[in-house]
């Protein structure tokens, strides 16, 4: 018998693993693919990590803790984890990024976050075209996380575990005694299980009911071009909240190309089973619309097209807990397309529940039960 079982090994779940495995615990981790794949959301070259988007609510501990232990990987794996680059949150006043946001705590001075008018938007980042009226705020310590180097860098700390890929959790029971899971080539079992299967969830829960939506979601690495493209590498990333189309974000051009796309869209939502993975030319030339528009000329030929899966509750927060029926069993849901730089601390307190350790970070504002208490 295994000490852990881990279903899933995508972000959350290789990182359950490598800090189960430094505890000096035994644990078999299964995932339906070989990571990193491209078929949930573990994947596309790139992701943000910085702190203004939070400011107020309590991911801010979790994205400095997320920060410190990212550094930590670095320096273990020998590998380039993170890159300074900058980020830009842009949007109207009124809109979802800066709603409800103390924009007065995020640009003090003592923060390193400024707030950016128009004209200084279009004098830093010449490539970039913001309408009058735009709320900008940089944050020129975020950073560019690299994904695929991230996610091997773990799985290479969780090497001490049983890591079965291509072998999916297709069910799984607890009792007293323990966990049995069950897949196609056998049966296992151990003394607890972590559950994190991003947009497979659903499937091995349904008791729960989790309110959660898998939405399809398209990144896209275009040529960088015009007078601009050097710069383009340099960052910032940014996320830039516009009044009908939603909200676009972009990072700064790598190997790979210029990547960017659209964060939260209505009518996206799919059934994890029927994806459509093919991009479409529609799809394609709705964002070059948005770069003729906000950042014209610096977008030449399309690389490539990835389809994502974002894995979303109703508030956008994660879903990180004990089963209600089961507590051997820890379920982490709800990824809402911002889990990926929180990566190394959520593996943490995934630990923590399954050890019965108490966590460091105030869990409250992600338990199953604000959702009893919103439909009591």
Sequence with gaps: MYDFAVAGLGAVGSATAAELVRRGHSVVGFDRYRPPHTMGSAHSDTRMIREAWYQGSPYVPLVRDAWTRWKRLERRSRRTLLRTAGALMMGPADGRVFAGNPLASVTRPDTGRV???????AGHFPWLRPDPGTITIYEPGAAVLALEACLEATLEAAAGADLRFDEPVLEWSASASGVRIGTARAEYRARRLAIAAGAWTSELVPELALPLEVERTVQYWFEPAGAHAPALADGPAWVWELDREGTWYGFPATARGLKAGMHFQAGRGTEVDRVDREVGDSETEALRRLFARYAPGVAGPLVH??????????????????????????????????AFKFMPVLGALMADLLTDDHPPHDLAPLSLDRFRRGAA
Aim: proline share 7%; with cysteine; hydrophobic share 35%.
């Design 115 to 121: 707030s950016l008018s128009v004209q200084e938007v």
């Design 305 to 338: 097209a990835s389809v994502c899966l974002y894995t979303n509750t109703p508030d956008e927060n994660f879903i990180l807990d004990r089963h209600p029926c089961h507590p051997r069993v820890v379920v982490f849901a709800g990824g809402s397309g911002h």
